[in-house]
């Protein structure tokens, strides 16, 4: 990644001391999607700037700024599946015991109630009763897998090794300059 100014990584109007300023959206963004992108599962960034950007000492407290920010994003995501996985237990039984109960009338209905009209009551109530556990089960099958996968990518952005060195001169400016 290039940048003209490594303060250009972070919000402008954040008034926040380095470490612990949020990233700019965009930086967040495409950090996000490029370590989503790569198959490995450790991810160092190189960050570019001119020479006389490196040396200041704010440009140090960088590295430690950015895998702060992934840290904080990486607990307020734990949070968020935290809640996810409690609502998916909480629909999980709610659907199976809505699941018994469409089965348990549905074996009244089919004692009850005459032929064909008891078996088609008991299929319907069963059917009933497995749609209701729809959500839950594409919840476990389906959604869970990328959730866990974002989790993973940000712990590993918490952890990755950044490094700034000094961005390569373009010969054709520099040869322009040149009388």
């Known amino acids: 990644m290039s940048v003209a100014n490594p303060n250009d990584l972070f919000h402008a109007f954040d008034p926040s001391p380095m470490v612990g300023r949020d990233l700019d959206d965009e930086v967040e963004q495409y950090i996000l999607e490029s370590a989503l992108e790569a198959p490995?599962?450790?991810?160092?960034?190189?960050?570019?700037?001119?020479?006389?950007?490196?040396?200041?000492?704010?440009?140090?407290?960088?590295?430690?700024?950015?895998?702060?920010?992934?840290?904080?994003?990486?607990?307020?995501?734990?949070?968020?599946?935290?809640?996810?996985?409690?609502?998916?237990?909480?629909?999980?039984?709610?659907?199976?015991?809505?699941?018994?109960?469409?089965w348990g009338l549905g074996m009244v209905a089919m004692n009850q109630i005459p032929e064909p009209y008891g078996d088609f009551f008991r299929e319907g109530l069963l059917i009933i009763g497995w749609v209701a556990n729809w959500k839950p089960f594409e919840f476990f099958l389906y959604d869970r897998r990328p959730m866990v996968r974002q989790r993973n990518v940000l712990k590993a952005l918490s952890e990755m090794a950044i490094s700034i060195r000094p961005a390569d001169r373009n010969p054709q400016t520099d040869a322009a300059a040149q009388p």
């Open 40 to 102: 490995q599962t450790r991810y160092q960034l190189v960050i570019h700037a001119p020479e006389d950007k490196i040396g200041l000492p704010e440009t140090a407290q960088i590295p430690d700024a950015i895998r702060q920010y992934f840290l904080y994003k990486l607990e307020v995501y734990q949070r968020h599946l935290r809640i996810r996985m409690l609502d998916w237990r909480r629909s999980l039984f709610t659907g199976l015991l809505f699941l018994a109960i469409c």
